[in-house]
């Protein structure tokens, strides 16, 4: 947490040569957590293999070619595990850690247009199978709010509601009961971890219980 507090105060080329050593070693205690991390979530979810570090860890390096932040380096360790690890069209859990910004989520960031429909056609057949999922005692008491069906999709829509569509998706009635959801092109949600709950030595048990807490919601679609 040092290195990355101090990467983003200092967040140049120039400065990451100079503390090269201090992010090479941040980097292998990182590499080393996201192994028992793995360790864990294989346990909980047997559709996760066990895959590379490289197919898993997010590189620090930032693609600025087209972005208004000139910053190179990502001020935060993150990693996600899926069927095929950190990309694919598969639902992955995720884990980002950094000084007042640590997060563990899940579910479908940014699904391609096929995955796309498919989860609106399972919205559209069968909407209470995804609304039984978020009404999981485990999931509402870590990723939602409310204790009735329609407050916790509710929260959900809200959760991904940057980037819903602000009209009907095409082939669905405006009317439809569950517009809401079939409005949704993403389909995510996170919690935070202070600082302090990162730094304690439960910090490994505490991600594998959301990782429990996320697992029917990552095996819907």
Do not use: C
């Not at 990451?16 to 864990?40: C, G, H, I, P, Q």
């Not at 070619?65 to 095929?84: E, G, H, I, L, V």
């Not at 950094?98 to 796309?116: C, I, K, Q």
Request: proline share 5%; no cysteine.
């Amino acid at each position: 947490m040092l290195f990355l507090k101090d990467l983003k105060a200092n967040n140049d080329r120039e400065w990451l040569k100079m503390y090269d050593a201090d992010y090479r070693s941040s980097l292998k205690d990182w590499n080393s957590f996201v192994e028992s991390l793995t360790e864990e979530l294989t346990k909980i979810d047997d559709t996760i293999p066990e895959l590379p570090l490289k197919d898993v860890v997010f590189r620090i390096y930032r693609d600025i070619r087209f972005s208004k932040d000139p910053t190179p380096y990502k001020p935060y360790f993150s990693a996600a595990w899926s069927r095929t690890g950190r990309k694919g069209p598969y639902a992955a859990y995720y884990v980002q850690i950094s000084p007042n910004d640590s997060f563990v989520g899940g579910g479908y960031w940014s699904p391609d247009a096929r995955a796309l429909a498919a989860l609106r056609t399972t919205i559209d057949e069968n909407p209470q199978r995804l609304k039984n999922v978020l009404m999981n005692d485990k999931m509402r008491a870590e990723f939602l709010s409310g204790s009735s069906t329609k407050v916790a999709v509710k929260s959900f829509v809200k959760t991904n509601a940057e980037t819903a569509l602000k009209t009907k998706p095409k082939g669905y009635d405006a009317g439809h009961p569950d517009i809401d959801l079939l409005r949704l092109r993403r389909f995510t949600v996170g919690t935070k971890l202070t600082d302090a709950e990162v730094l304690d030595a439960q910090v490994l048990r505490r991600i594998a219980d959301l990782f429990s807490a996320l697992h029917p919601f990552e095996s819907y679609g």
